[in-house]
C-alpha cells in the first residue's frame, strides 16, 4: 500500500512538471507564457507575480488587476481568455488582439496609458515566430 502511495505521488509530481498549470501547453500556451514574460509575471516582485494574474487580466467591472487564489487558476484563467479572443476575433491580426488586450481601439493601434501595442505585439511574434500582422486564425487555427 505504501508502495502504491509513492508511486501515486511520482506520477502526480511528474504530471504537474510536465502538463501542470504552471506550464501552459500547446501554441496556446505559447502565448499565454509569453504574455507572462511581457507582462514580468516571473520576476516574484511583480504585480502579476503577487495577484497569481500571469495575464494581469483585469475585471471588466472595476478595471482592477483580478487576484487568483492561486498560479494554476491565474493560468487557466489566462487560457481561457486567449482561447476565447481566437474563437470571437479569428481575423484580427496579433497587433489587432494585443491592442484589444490592453483596451485600446483595433482599428487605430496606438501607445496609451495601459502599454504600447505595437511593442507587445512585436514582443509576442517574435516568441510565437509568427508576424504580428499574421491572423489569429492563421496562428492557432480556425
Not at 504574455?35 to 516574484?44: C, T, V
Request: glycine fraction near 10%.
Amino acid at each position: 500500500m505504501t508502495l502504491l502511495i509513492v508511486l501515486v505521488g511520482i506520477a502526480a509530481l511528474w504530471w504537474v512538471v510536465t502538463k501542470g498549470a504552471q506550464s501552459p501547453m500547446g501554441r496556446i500556451g505559447e502565448w499565454a507564457k509569453a504574455i507572462a514574460e511581457f507582462e514580468d509575471f516571473y520576476n516574484p516582485g511583480s504585480v502579476a507575480r503577487q495577484n497569481n494574474n500571469p495575464g494581469n487580466l483585469k475585471d471588466p467591472a472595476t478595471n482592477e488587476f483580478r487576484v487568483f487564489a492561486n498560479v494554476e487558476a491565474g493560468w487557466l484563467a489566462l487560457q481561457q481568455d486567449l482561447r476565447a479572443k481566437v474563437g470571437k476575433y479569428p481575423d484580427y491580426t496579433l497587433l489587432q488582439i494585443m491592442t484589444r488586450y490592453l483596451g485600446g481601439n483595433v482599428a487605430a493601434p496606438a501607445v496609451t496609458g495601459e502599454g504600447n501595442p505595437f511593442t507587445y505585439a512585436k514582443f509576442i511574434a517574435q516568441k510565437l515566430g509568427v508576424s504580428m500582422e499574421q491572423t489569429l486564425a492563421s496562428i492557432f487555427g480556425g
